[in-house]
């Protein structure tokens, strides 16, 4: 049993050590699931009660920045698995170029997030009630006439901005996990160049690893969610 | 025991390998952060007990004249809040729990050690928020914070107090996930499953219930704080939101949540059931099975808070059945329990009192619970004092009667000193008579008809609610005496042996106080749980075990003299 | 149990697949399906969701406990759903039932 | 099922006895369980008390037998109850199609009852011994809930919804109305009296009471003044579809679905037009919604008189004045 610079002192060997370190983590991912679930389950309840709000708010948001924003993830992704991989190889250089390339994605994906908030924000559609900013809603009866025309005019303010609401719980919670995420790829981009990385030792980059796949995860459901369910009423 | 002292050598154990201020905040020792644990629950447990001793006052009277019925309504708030998220759920686990996982699986620590500081960390910022909200004038919803009251009308301190909850919330899920990483890589050499201590399985169980359910409550107040910051949410009426949805999510997590209290003090009563009589338990596997169908079947009922909450009236159909089918395990449990006693050597110490009064009150506040769970009798005692009755006698009468059963039965270990006998047998039964005048009378009182959270009632009701006042000042003289005895016999207590009680388990094989790395050589189970052998047959079968050894007094492992 | 490395070829394989569904989920939600529409969109989420997991997260290689971890943190969550549900959808049933 | 026991409130509702019963039969399972188990424990306790300090029994193996017999025991109990439970649960939360109406608007911290009639109670309801009396609730502003010990009933009123309960007084007297459902600083002043009356004092109290016009005609002047019937009019000449008939008749929506068209539907019509629209009309209603523009009370006025209207008999109240109490349902 070889003694390494990362085993800690409790555990009798890295393999222990490895196993408990990716037990932890998916048993804290399941805790996230249930995290997100509340979430999700006040989605679900709303969008069986109020189809057409929902499909007609979903129409109002930015589908193309969604969905450039999912390629990045999904790009980031697959750059944090090269990452684990180069961790496993022991290849020291390219662990850093990958994380920073997840990093660069990641920060990627929350600007165009930044845009599409700061849209919502111009349009009155950031919901709150404060003195100085409300919601506003005004049905686009202009904006697509034809043969949808009824079903965007078919709402009730309130709705659709209960599912402003969620969209910004939803996707806000999601961004947060994402900076999170970012703080954590910069220590690893440290502790690579410090050299604490090798094959037998990369639990860190692999636990981060998981923990990135999460979120992308979560933006895998919230995409269709939240941007697609009115995208057919556009033609 | 009285010539205990001179016996024990200087030796060094977790308490005194160092010392100092840092040494204590920032140590990663699950014995110490246990400590550190105790220090945070008692502490809160009086700030609770004082909020119950001013309801109490108040309640003395029909007119409502001690207090404004806003203060009183910001006591009983604060009087849950504390008690259930500062106190009774970290209390086993977070003590007991800390400071006896590793030890009995034969661990030097727990998975993350430093994850357990920082879980008590979180706990004290938690605590700091909540405590912050109570200065400031706490906060007026109930701990179950119904919306559209919290979000919209409230004016107490909901945002800092649910903060303070949501905070507490991660150093909960933080111990789940280190027990169950610990429990399942962590294990001595040979400690299969079915040799676990069943308070391990209980520890198991709740730990699943704390990262399943806590961040459910943890996402819903997060969704209350901002719908009160934004003054307009998804629990809103106004925009379709329904509250009803708020109970659904606030009880996904809480009813699990009672058993997060209950569970943990199960896994002590076998402990002392088995090690009290020397014996087997009987029916090891279901009693350690029934804790996980309880954590799992416990989070199947939680709509059985909201019978008369315009749900359907199908959904309560699903969680009445449901609610009986968790009632099962229970029983199972309390019934091997008592089969264990059948031909034991039953031992009538403090911790086994505990035990005993454990099992009495769990039967009565579990049974009561089969009325509440019973749709036509519940449209008429929700929401009154038969309710509070009900979780009073489960989680005062059972879950704090085996907190301090727990606490008294590994004092020696944790502290290294006895208490003293005659005086906590003393305080049990103090405990004991006072906590039923208190709390007895209020089934009358709920099913008379007194609903809960009345600062002021009509004037039949006064005789019984004078009863249970004057039981709480004795249940509250009760909970002292432990307390001062305690923190006496941690200077003056004659020294304990390794294994005081002539217990099994692998915690009374290492030395009291055990040493920072809890024992001198990892050790090899080859023995099954609580296999306690007679004299006669151990000799036969050639075992000599740790039994022989210490069960003579005053003498510690780490002596081996 | 020893860790399996995944070579990167079958990350860009997922990586393809992932794409391609998105612009496949993209497309056909600007079709009016009904309620097809979800089942679609859901069904291909499932899917690369699933992917992720097996391939990005390695649980295809992991052991039994992580199985079972992965399943339970969904079960949890359908058990949540599905009984707060049971409430929703049978709110109208009493009024229907009454003779 | 009659049966007293002690430490009840009276028992003044149809129901209250039954109720009564099945906690009598809890309350003689625990006290049979609780002191079977105790007993037993005790006896165990002094029977195999520890005599010498390092004394070990001889274990005992656990038994198939008797696990099975403690688990499937209880579980037929339990199920017992539950089935008693549910059946009284059935019969305490269907309400009956016959009975007397009141309604409820509850707000911090009072209940304001409004009979057919248009008598008006604050913190105080009168209803006839014998009859069945069922109340629609609502709440301006929190959750509250109505609760009656005498009569065994309780049920939440939540803000947004009409929830409905139901009871039938059996005995003359004064009995407790409490708020169970914390509600604020006035929770536990949230309290009145429910005045259950002999038939005959009760009409006397009705013929005493200054009404203002029965709740439907209220409703029924709302109507004109809100300009309702400019679109909803007998004659099928409106742009909006007939009312008269509607209540409780299953309507056909837009989206193929149908609905029962009770008080909640109804409500939801008015307060959202948009919610559930009517097959065959556009759309987008052309319906305005009336939220925010008109009361709680306002709303159970129209709600009152669409009700008034179903029964198709002619919409002068007719159908709103109270049955006679031999009314079979
Ligand atoms: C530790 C805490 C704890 C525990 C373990 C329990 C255990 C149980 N509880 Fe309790 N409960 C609370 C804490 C707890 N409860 C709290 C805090 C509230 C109020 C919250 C609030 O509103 O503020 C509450 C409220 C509550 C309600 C809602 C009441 C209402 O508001 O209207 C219901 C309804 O079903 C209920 C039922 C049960 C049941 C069926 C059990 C079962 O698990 C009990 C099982 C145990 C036994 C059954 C006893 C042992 C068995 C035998 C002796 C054998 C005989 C058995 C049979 C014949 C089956 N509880
Ligand atoms: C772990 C949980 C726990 C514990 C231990 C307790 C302990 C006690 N509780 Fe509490 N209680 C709850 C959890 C708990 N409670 C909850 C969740 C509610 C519901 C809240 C809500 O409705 O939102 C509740 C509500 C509640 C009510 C109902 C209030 C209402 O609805 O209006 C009452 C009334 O009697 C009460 C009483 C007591 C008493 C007398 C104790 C006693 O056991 C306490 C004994 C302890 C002491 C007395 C402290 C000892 C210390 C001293 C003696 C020194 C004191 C110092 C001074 C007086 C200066 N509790
Ligand atoms: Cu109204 Cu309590
Ligand atoms: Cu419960």
């Known amino acids: 049993m070889a003694t390494h610079a990362g085993l800690a002192h409790h555990f009798d060997d890295v393999e222990q050590q490895r196993e408990a370190g990716t037990l932890g983590m998916w048993a804290f991912l399941v805790t996230e699931v249930m995290f997100f679930g509340g979430l999700f389950m006040a989605y679900i309840l709303y969008r069986w009660k109020y189809p057409s709000e929902f499909a007609v708010a979903s129409n109002s948001l930015n589908v193309t920045m969604g969905f450039i924003n999912t390629l990045v993830l999904i790009c980031s992704s697959l750059t944090m698995a090269l990452a684990v991989y180069f961790s496993q190889i022991g290849n020291r250089r390219l662990i850093t170029v990958f994380l920073l390339l997840t990093m660069v994605l990641g920060t990627t994906f929350l600007v165009i997030k930044g845009f599409e908030y700061h849209e919502k924000y111009v349009e009155h559609h950031v919901p709150v009630r404060f003195p100085t900013y409300e919601f506003k809603w005004e049905p686009h009866v202009s904006d697509h006439a034809g043969a949808h025309e009824a079903t965007s005019l078919a709402v009730d303010t309130g709705r659709v901005e209960m599912f402003f609401w969620l969209y910004f719980a939803m996707t806000g919670v999601h961004a947060l996990h994402m900076i999170i995420g970012l703080g954590i790829l910069t220590t690893l981009v440290i502790m690579t160049r410090r050299g604490r990385f090798t094959p037998e030792y990369h639990s860190p980059v692999e636990l981060s690893g998981l923990y990135w796949h999460f979120v992308d995860i979560v933006w895998i459901f919230l995409f269709p969610l939240l941007y697609l369910i009115g995208a057919h009423l556009h033609r | 025991m009285e010539t205990a002292a001179e016996v024990v050598p200087p030796r060094t154990h977790y308490v005194n390998a160092r010392y100092g201020v840092k040494s204590w905040l920032l140590t990663t020792d699950h014995k110490r952060i246990a400590l550190l644990y105790l220090a945070s629950v008692t502490f809160f447990f009086f700030v609770g007990g004082f909020f119950a001793v001013l309801i109490r006052l108040e309640l003395l009277t029909p007119q409502g004249d001690l207090v404004q019925a806003e203060t009183y309504n910001r006591l009983f708030t604060m009087h849950g809040v504390v008690m259930i998220f500062f106190f009774l759920i970290p209390a086993i686990p977070a003590v007991l729990g800390n400071f006896l996982v590793p030890l009995m699986v034969g661990a030097k620590d727990l998975a993350f050690p430093r994850i357990n500081l920082l879980s008590w960390y979180i706990y004290t910022l938690g605590a700091t928020f909540t405590v912050i909200a109570i200065l400031l004038g706490g906060v007026d919803t109930g701990w179950t914070f119904y919306t559209p009251y919290s979000s919209t009308y409230s004016n107490g301190n909901v945002i800092l107090t649910g903060l303070g909850v949501f905070i507490v919330g991660f150093s909960s899920i933080l111990t789940g996930l280190n027990f169950i990483v610990t429990i399942h890589t962590m294990r001595a050499p040979g400690l299969t499953w079915f040799r676990l201590p069943l308070f391990i399985w209980s520890h198991y169980a709740t730990s699943l219930i704390m990262i399943l359910g806590t961040p459910v409550i943890a996402v819903t107040i997060l969704l209350l704080a901002l719908e009160r910051l934004a003054h307009i949410g998804i629990f809103d009426p106004a925009l379709g939101g329904d509250p009803v949805l708020f109970q659904h999510l606030f009880w996904f997590y809480s009813h699990p949540a009672v058993y997060i209290m209950v569970l943990p003090a199960m896994g002590v009563i076998s402990e002392l059931v088995a090690n009290m009589t020397r014996k087997n338990i009987f029916g090891y596997k279901f009693v350690a099975f029934a804790s996980i169908a309880i954590a799992v079947f416990g989070f199947l009922v939680w709509g059985h808070h909201m019978f008369v909450s315009t749900q359907s009236v199908y959904a309560g159909m699903v969680f009445s059945i449901l609610s009986y089918a968790v009632a099962i395990p229970s029983a199972v449990k309390v019934f091997n329990w008592t089969a264990t006693l059948y031909k034991g050597s039953i031992s009538y110490n403090t911790p086994m009192l505990y035990a005993f009064g454990f099992i009495g009150f769990f039967i009565i506040g579990g049974m009561t619970g089969l009325f509440l769970a019973a749709l036509g009798v519940d449209i008429h005692v929700h929401d009154t004092y038969f309710v509070v009755a009900h979780f009073h006698y489960i989680m005062v009468g059972g879950t704090i009667m085996g907190y301090l059963g727990g606490l008294h039965y590994w004092w020696p270990k944790i502290s290294g000193r006895m208490y003293p006998e005659g005086w906590a047998r003393f305080a049990a039964l103090v405990i004991f008579v006072g906590f039923n005048l208190t709390f007895f009378p209020q089934f009358l009182l709920g099913y008379m008809g007194m609903p809960r959270r009345y600062y002021a009632y009509p004037e039949e009701f006064q005789v019984l609610n004078v009863m249970s006042s004057a039981g709480a000042s004795i249940l509250g003289v009760g909970y002292l005496i432990p307390m001062i005895y305690l923190i006496w016999s941690m200077r003056y207590g004659p020294h304990a042996s390794a294994n005081p009680w002539g217990a099994f388990g692998l915690e009374w094989r290492t030395s009291s106080p055990p040493p920072t790395q809890n024992f001198e050589e990892t050790p090899v189970v080859t023995w099954e749980a609580y296999e306690f052998h007679p004299r006669e047959e151990r000799e036969a079968l050639g075992v000599m075990d740790v039994l022989d050894r210490t069960l003579r007094p005053n003498v510690n492992v780490g002596d081996r003299g | ?99 | 099922m009659q049966l007293s026991i002690p430490f009840s409130p009276d028992q003044a509702s149809s129901y209250s006895g039954r109720v009564d019963a099945l906690f009598a039969f809890l309350c003689v399972l625990t006290i049979l369980f609780g002191a079977v188990i105790t007993l037993v424990i005790i006896y165990f306790a002094i029977k195999y008390r520890r005599r010498k300090e390092d004394e070990i029994p001889r274990g005992v193996e656990g038994s198939m037998r008797l696990e099975l017999f403690w688990t499937i025991g209880p579980f037929l109990i339990a199920m017992g109850i539950f089935l008693w439970g549910s059946s009284l649960y059935f019969t305490m939360y269907r309400p009956p199609d016959e009975a007397l109406e009141i309604y409820i608007v509850a707000k911090q911290w009072m209940w304001k009852f409004q009979h057919l009639d248009g008598q008006r109670e604050i913190n105080e309801l009168h209803v006839p011994v014998g009859r069945k009396v069922k109340i629609t609730m609502t709440t301006e502003d929190v959750i509250h809930s109505f609760f009656v010990p005498a009569f065994r009933i309780k049920m939440d009123v939540v803000p947004g919804k009409y929830s409905k309960v139901w009871f039938e007084p059996t005995k003359p007297g004064r009995y407790h109305l409490f708020c169970a459902e914390y509600c604020g600083t006035g929770h536990s002043r949230m309290i009145g009296w429910i005045d259950v009356m002999e038939a005959s004092e009760y009409q006397a109290w009705l013929a005493g009471g200054a009404a203002e016009g029965s709740l439907a005609s209220s409703g029924e002047k709302l109507f004109q003044q809100l300009a309702c019937n400019t679109c909803h009019r007998s004659d099928a000449q409106g742009r909006g579809p007939v009312l008269e008939g509607l209540f409780g008749k299953a309507v056909q929506l837009s989206d193929g679905s149908t609905v029962i068209a009770d008080e909640n539907y109804i409500r939801e019509s008015i307060l959202n037009s948009q919610a559930k629209i009517v097959a065959g009309f556009q759309k987008p209603s052309i319906m305005p919604t009336f939220q925010g523009l008109i009361s709680e009370e306002q709303v159970l006025q129209l709600v009152a008189y669409i009700k008034s209207i179903g029964t198709k008999q002619p919409t002068e109240g007719g159908a709103a004045k109270p049955q006679p109490p031999t009314t079979q349902q």
């Open chain 3, 1 to 99: 149990m020893r860790e399996h490395i995944v070579s990167p070829k079958v990350y860009f394989a997922v990586f393809t697949a992932l794409a391609v569904f998105t612009v496949v989920t993209w497309s056909v939600a600007k079709l009016d399906l009904g309620f097809l529409n979800v089942v679609v969109a859901l069904t291909i989420a499932v899917i690369k969701a699933t992917l992720v997991v097996l391939y990005f997260m390695h649980v295809r290689w992991s052991s039994r406990l992580t199985w079972v971890f992965v399943c339970a943190g969904f079960f949890w969550l359908a058990i949540m759903v599905a009984l707060t549900l049971s409430d929703y959808l049978t709110r109208g049933w009493l009024t229907v039932a009454a003779p």
